[in-house]
C-alpha cells in the first residue's frame, strides 16, 4: 500500500498536444495488410485500430461507388456494442467516409425480413460498423452477397473460436470462391482466449490463424512499439481470507442467510435446470427444457444463484443488498407465470432481509457498511482511497481518479455500485468517488439484471458520463475489458480472480492514462497460485514478443546471417550514422510519414516483390546466398540428380509517394526471403535519398518537409 500511495503522490499531469501522426510500426503493419490478409498482434493502447483506418482509406475508391455499379462495401466486426459505438466514432474522424454502426439495442433484431431495410444500409454507407451476430444473421439471410465486400476486419479477432459469432462469418466465407472473398485484417493484443501454458502458445496462435486464413504479424522492431503501449504499474493487493477477517456478528449473519438458502426447496424440475445452468449456456436450456418453460424459471435461478454467490464472495451486505434487488423482478416475472416457486424464492428474500435489518439497525450506517462485507471489499477501499485529491501536495495539481473496477458476474457489478455509493455518503475519504456501473448486453440467463432497470441510464449515456468525468469508477463486467479506449483512465482494479492470458492483458489495456496502475486483489491462501499464473502470463508475454511474425525459423536465421554479409551504409566511415539492414524499412517508413500530402493520398511507400531467375542476382551476392544456404539445417536430403541446387529468389521494387523528390521504382538485389528482399530494397533507397539531401549528413535523419 505504501508503495502505491508514493507512487500516486509522485505523478505529475502532462498536457496532450493532440498531435498525431503514424507510428513507423503502424506503417510497416499497413503495407503488409496490403499484401495479404493478416492478424495484427500488437499491445493494447498502441494503436491498432488506426492501422484498419489506414486500409480502408487506400481502399476507399472501391466503397464510394454504388453498390448496382460495381461498388464494395467494408464491415468492422467487433464483439460488444460499446466498441461498435467507439470504433465507428474512430472511423468516422480518420476516413471521411459515411460509417454507421450498427448493435441489437438499436433495434435491428426487429427488422427481420425487412432485406430492403438492410439494402438501403448498405447502399447509403461506405463501412459498416457491427456486432457480429448481427453480419451472422445478414450473411445467413441473404441480404447482403459476401462478394460485395472488398474488406472484413474483425476487431478482438481473438474471439473467433468455437461457434462464436466471428468463427460463423468465417464459416460462411469459406464457402465463397476464393478468387472473389474480401481481403481480412484481424486486430488483437491477446491472440487466444482459453488457459494455456507458455509451451503451447505458438500451436493455439498457430490455429487462430488458420481459422482465419491470415499471417500473424507484429512489427520488426517491437520494443519501439512497447514504448508507446499501455504500461500501467502493476500492483498486487493481498486480503485476509473469509474465515480470518470476517468478524463474528457477521459470519453468525452469513449462517443464518445460508441457512435460508438451504430451506429453499423448489420443484425437482426447476432444480435440474439449476443444476444444468451451471455448466450449459441458456440456449442449450432452452433445448433441453423448452424456450418459454425456460425463460420463466431462468429469473428464479439467477436470483438463488447471485444471492449465495453475493454472500460467499461479497458478505451479507451483498446477499441482502442482492435480495432486494430481485424482489421487483421476482414479483414481475410472477405475474407471467403459474409457478408456485415464485412465492418460494420471494419469501426467501423477504426473510433474508427480515433476518439482516435488524443485525444491521444496531449499527451506524459507516458501521454497517464495512462489518458486514469481506476483507477483499474493505482492501478495494484501500486502494481507492489514495486517490484522493485531497492527499495531493498543495503545490500539486489535483489528480482526478478515472478508475474502471472489473467483476465477473454482473449480480457483483450491481451491488458493488450501490455499496460504493452507499459509502461515499457516510466515509469523507470516500465522497470524491461519483460511480456508475455497466454490465453490458445481455443475453440468456445473463438477461434478469440491466442497467435500464437500476439506473434509469443505457449504456451509451454510462460512457458518455464516464468519459466526461460525471463518473470517475466505473464498476463493469467484461464487456469493457476488450478495445474499449478511455484515454484518461488511470486506475484498473480486478476485484475477481484473473483466469487466462487474455484477461490479464486485456483488463491491464484498460489503464490508457501515462501514469497509470493496475490493481489485482487476491486472497492469502490463493496468493501462491496467483503468483504462478502472472509468471506464467509474462512468459508467455516475453515468448509472443520473441517469436516475433511466426516465420519460418529458416527465415529467421536467414536474416540473422545476411546482416553480416551485407555491408550498412555508412557515408562518414564506421564512427558515424549508418543505416543497416534491419533498419532501413523503419527508416524510409519514417521518412515517407514526413512528407506533405496531397489531397487524400496515404503517405506510405509501395513495394511489389516477385520471384526471380538467379541470372537476376550479382554473380558474387549468389556465391555468398549459396555458402549462407550450406549453414542452415537440412530438413530433407538434397536430390543426387541435381549437380546444383538452385534457390528461390525475390526482388522488390519500392515506388515513394509523389511528394518525394525521389521518384520512378528502386529496385533491390534479389534475396532469398521476400523480407530480406524489401529490406535490400529499402536500404538502397536510403542511400538514394541520403545523395537527395532528403537525409540529414548529423544523424540520417528524414528532413521535415512540414515547415518548408
Known amino acids: ?198 509451451r503451447e502458445v505458438r500451436g493455439v496462435i498457430k490455429q487462430l490463424s488458420e481459422s482465419m486464413g491470415c499471417i500473424v504479424r507484429i512489427p520488426s522492431d517491437v520494443q519501439t512499439v512497447y514504448r508507446s503501449s499501455t504500461k500501467p504499474c502493476e500492483v498486487i493487493f493481498q486480503y485476509d481470507d473469509v474465515n480470518i477477517g470476517q468478524n463474528p456478528v457477521s459470519q453468525e449473519l452469513s449462517k443464518l442467510i445460508e441457512t435460508l438458502l438451504a430451506s429453499c426447496t423448489l420443484s425437482s424440475w426447476i432444480q435440474d435446470f439449476l443444476k444444468l445452468s451451471q455448466n450449459y449456456s441458456g440456449s442449450g436450456l432452452n433445448n433441453t427444457f423448452g424456450g418459454k418453460k425456460s425463460n420463466k424459471i431462468e429469473v428464479l435461478c439467477d436470483a438463488l444463484k447471485d444471492i449465495g454467490f453475493l454472500l460467499e464472495n461479497f458478505g451479507p451486505y451483498g446477499a441482502y443488498h442482492c435480495a432486494q434487488l430481485y424482489i421487483p423482478i421476482l414479483m414481475g416475472a410472477k405475474s407471467r407465470s403459474q409457478s408456485a416457486d415464485f412465492n418460494k424464492v420471494i419469501n426467501i428474500c423477504h426473510k433474508i432481509q427480515d433476518v439482516c435489518a435488524p443485525v444491521f439497525a444496531k449499527y451506524s450506517a459507516k458501521e454497517r457498511l464495512v462489518l458486514f462485507v469481506h476483507p477483499n471489499v474493505i482492501r478495494l477501499l484501500d486502494i481507492i482511497q489514495n486517490f484522493n485529491p485531497k492527499r495531493c501536495r498543495p503545490d ?140 506464467h502470463f509474462h512468459a508467455i508475454e516475453q515468448q509472443l514478443v520473441a517469436t516475433g511474425n511466426f516465420e519460418d525459423d529458416k527465415d529467421a536465421i536467414l536474416d540473422n546471417l545476411f546482416s553480416q554479409i551485407i555491408e550498412p551504409y555508412t557515408p562518414y566511415g564506421n564512427q558515424g550514422p549508418r543505416v543497416t539492414l534491419q533498419s532501413s524499412i523503419s527508416l524510409v517508413n519514417r521518412y515517407c510519414s514526413q512528407l506533405v500530402s496531397y489531397g487524400a493520398s496515404v503517405l506510405v511507400p509501395r513495394w511489389s516483390i516477385k520471384e526471380v531467375d538467379e541470372s537476376k542476382a550479382d554473380p558474387l551476392l549468389l556465391k555468398k546466398m549459396k555458402e549462407l544456404m550450406k549453414q542452415l539445417p537440412v530438413v530433407k536430403p538434397l536430390s543426387t540428380k541435381e549437380p546444383a541446387e ?56 528524414p528532413v521535415s518537409h512540414r515547415k518548408r
Open 1 to 198: 500500500m505504501e508503495a502505491l500511495e508514493a507512487a500516486v503522490a509522485n505523478i505529475h499531469l502532462d498536457e496532450d498536444d493532440g498531435v498525431f501522426s503514424p507510428r513507423d510500426y503502424q506503417i510497416e503493419l499497413f503495407q503488409a495488410a496490403l499484401d495479404e490478409n493478416i492478424i495484427v498482434y500488437l499491445p493494447t493502447g498502441s494503436g491498432k485500430t488506426y492501422i484498419a483506418a489506414l486500409l480502408i482509406k487506400e481502399k476507399s475508391h472501391e466503397v464510394t461507388k454504388s453498390l448496382s455499379a460495381g461498388g464494395k462495401r467494408t464491415v468492422f466486426l467487433v464483439p460488444t456494442i460499446v466498441l461498435a459505438i467507439q470504433q465507428a466514432a474512430y472511423l468516422r474522424k480518420h476516413t471521411l467516409l459515411k460509417v454507421k454502426e450498427f448493435y441489437g439495442s438499436m433495434g435491428v433484431d426487429m427488422w427481420g425480413r425487412d432485406k430492403q431495410k438492410w439494402e438501403t444500409e448498405f447502399e447509403t454507407n461506405h463501412v459498416l460498423v457491427m456486432t457480429a451476430q448481427i453480419f451472422v444473421d445478414i450473411l445467413n439471410h441473404a441480404f447482403f452477397s459476401p462478394y460485395q465486400l472488398n474488406l472484413l476486419v474483425f476487431d478482438e479477432c481473438h474471439s473467433a473460436v468455437k461457434d462464436a459469432p466471428m468463427k460463423q462469418v468465417l464459416t460462411k466465407l469459406r464457402s465463397c470462391d476464393v478468387a472473389r472473398r474480401p481481403k481480412i485484417l484481424g486486430l488483437t493484443a491477446a491472440l487466444f482466449r482459453k488457459r494455456c501454458k507458455p
Open 646 to 701: 538452385k534457390i528461390a529468389l525475390f526482388q522488390c521494387r519500392l515506388l515513394l509517394p509523389k511528394s518525394s523528390p525521389l521518384q520512378g521504382e528502386v529496385v533491390g538485389d534479389p534475396m532469398l526471403t521476400k523480407r530480406l528482399a524489401k529490406r535490400a530494397a529499402a536500404l538502397r533507397a536510403c542511400e538514394r535519398l541520403h545523395q537527395l539531401k532528403e537525409l540529414d549528413d548529423l544523424h540520417l535523419l
Open 396 to 535: 500539486e495539481k489535483a489528480f482526478k481518479m478515472c478508475g474502471i473496477i472489473f467483476v465477473e458476474r454482473r449480480s457483483v457489478a450491481s451491488v458493488l455500485y450501490h455499496f460504493l455509493k452507499d459509502i461515499r455518503q457516510h466515509d469523507e475519504n470516500l465522497e470524491f468517488v461519483k460511480p456508475l456501473f455497466t454490465m453490458g448486453q445481455a443475453a440468456g440467463s445473463a438477461s434478469s439484471l440491466r442497467e435500464t432497470q437500476i439506473l434509469n441510464m443505457n449504456q451509451k449515456d454510462i460512457m458518455r458520463d464516464f468519459r466526461s468525468g460525471n463518473c470517475n469508477l466505473l464498476v463493469a463486467t467484461s464487456v469493457l475489458e476488450e478495445g474499449v479506449d478511455i484515454p484518461e483512465c488511470n486506475l484498473i482494479v480486478r476485484f475477481d480472480k484473473i483466469r487466462t492470458y487474455c484477461d490479464y492483458v486485456q483488463t491491464k489495456g484498460r489503464a490508457r492514462s501515462k501514469k497509470a496502475f493496475f490493481c489485482m486483489l487476491v486472497s492469502s491462501s490463493d496468493s501462491k497460485k496467483f503468483l504462478e499464473d502472472m509468471a
